[in-house]
């Protein structure tokens, strides 16, 4: 069956089967907890398909949740309603996304000349489904399969709701989309695509976003509003925009900022080409691009003497799970380091991981250990997180995932 065929409950949203907890596993569903792993589940009555809607029910069989069926996921049920009056049929995927598209308008966000996270997952009870607006285009990312079953009645809504020029589907992550058994390809879903980069305006600046090509949905939209912030802190100062990507920390510290210089760099040829241009589109004529490897450059940079008033620390994922927690966090503090040897007295260090296994506590810890090393005191001036366009929900800070942090380094 494709992955987008139609729903396998006939439309009507209500269960094909039931699946058991093991007994004393159900606390974190009754505290709406979307995610049932296959290790708690006890045992299914009846044979859901892939992306069916199933009851998930305690050992005894209490109801607890009413939500969707995977059996190749470790995710077995991702449950998206905690009454079983509800229904998970077409007019409740449209309400969820209205309530989703509600809340960016509540938040502002609705200028057609900009960019907004409209579906944030978890974080609008939609697990499974992004869906990113930029200007008048719609990227919708589906991480998990029931989402793909229903991407019709999503579009529909989507239509209904922004009426965008067209919506195109970005692949999930390569790793996630097989956790899954997902197989999308990235294509036109919805209208036209866009015939070269779309520009968006972002807090005064504007930027180009390549929506088929770029990294992401095409933009990282999570860190507007601390491109922004740390904006702030760059004025008369030398900075460096390490993990740059299409150039946002740089142009805005250049331009909002008012920087002395910036220095932007980035492994991705793609990436420094986005980068230039959106420096040249907002006449940022003090922003250099390089293309080179963040951890070969900071070591050059420190080794021939460099200076900066900031550092931009912006890197990829570097944990992708628990396991590899200690590696990525070796890895952070081998960046820091070398960051703030880079700072001159008073200089403003920014520093991010949008990994969500390495917690915020872990990610402050390894910045003490860092102080620590470089026998400097390291003040945290501001902790941030994602712009609110990215809604967590307390029920599940899996989605917790964006820490930054600005920095003085006395
Ligand atoms: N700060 C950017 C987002 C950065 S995303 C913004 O605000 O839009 C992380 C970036 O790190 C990606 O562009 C990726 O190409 C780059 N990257 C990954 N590994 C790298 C490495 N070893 N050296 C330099 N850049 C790297």
């Not at 520009?199 to 507007?224: A, M, N, P, S, W």
């Not at 740059?244 to 991705?268: E, H, I, K, M």
């Not at 963040?294 to 890197?315: I, T």
Request: some cysteine.
């Amino acid at each position: 069956m494709p992955d987008t065929a139609p729903v396998p409950d006939a439309g009507e949203g209500l269960p094909t089967a039931n699946v058991l907890l093991k007994p004393r596993r159900a606390r974190p569903f009754f505290g709406r907890h979307p995610w049932v792993l296959d290790s708690a589940v006890l045992k299914v009555e009846g044979e859901p398909a892939d992306g069916a809607v199933v009851d998930l029910a305690t050992h005894d069989g209490q109801f607890v949740g009413r939500g969707l069926w995977n059996s190749t996921s470790r995710i077995r049920v991702r449950l998206y309603a905690f009454d079983p009056a509800t229904r998970l049929d077409a007019g409740f995927w449209r309400r969820r996304v209205e309530t989703a598209v509600g809340l960016r308008r509540a938040l502002g966000l609705d200028d057609r000349a900009g960019a907004a996270r409209l579906v944030n997952s978890e974080g609008d009870d939609l697990s499974g489904l992004i869906v990113d607006r930029y200007g008048d285009y719609l990227a919708v990312q589906v991480t998990a399969l029931a989402m793909a079953h229903r991407l019709d009645v999503i579009c529909d809504a989507l239509e209904a709701l922004v009426a965008p020029r067209g919506i195109l589907l970005r692949g999930a992550e390569r790793g996630l989309s097989k956790l899954e058994g997902l197989h999308l390809a990235d294509r036109l879903v919805r209208g036209s695509a866009p015939s070269g980069p779309i520009f968006v305006h972002e807090h005064g600046l504007r930027f180009g976003i390549d929506l088929t090509e770029g990294q992401k949905t095409g933009y990282y939209l999570d860190q507007r509003d601390n491109r922004h912030v740390a904006a702030r802190y760059a004025h008369g100062r030398r900075v460096l925009d390490m993990f740059c990507y299409s150039g946002g920390f740089a142009v805005a510290c250049a331009v909002t900022g008012r920087a002395a210089s910036v220095l932007a760099v980035d492994s991705s040829g793609k990436a420094t080409a986005l980068a230039r241009a959106n420096a040249d589109l907002n006449g940022a004529a003090n922003v250099a691009v390089e293309t080179a490897d963040a951890f070969e450059r900071l070591d050059a940079l420190a080794a021939a003497g460099e200076r900066f008033g900031m550092v931009v620390l912006d890197p990829p994922k570097f944990a992708r799970s628990r396991a590899s927690l200690d590696d990525a966090l070796r890895a952070y503090h081998r960046i820091n380091r070398v960051a703030l040897g880079l700072l001159e007295p008073g200089g403003i260090l920014v520093t991010c991981s949008c990994s969500g296994s390495v917690s915020r506590d872990d990610f402050l810890q390894m910045l003490a250990g860092v102080a620590q090393r470089a026998r400097r005191p390291i003040q945290l001036l501001e902790c941030r997180g994602a712009a609110p366009d990215h809604p967590v929900s307390a029920s599940c800070l899996e989605g917790e995932y964006l820490k930054c942090v600005i920095a003085r380094v006395p």
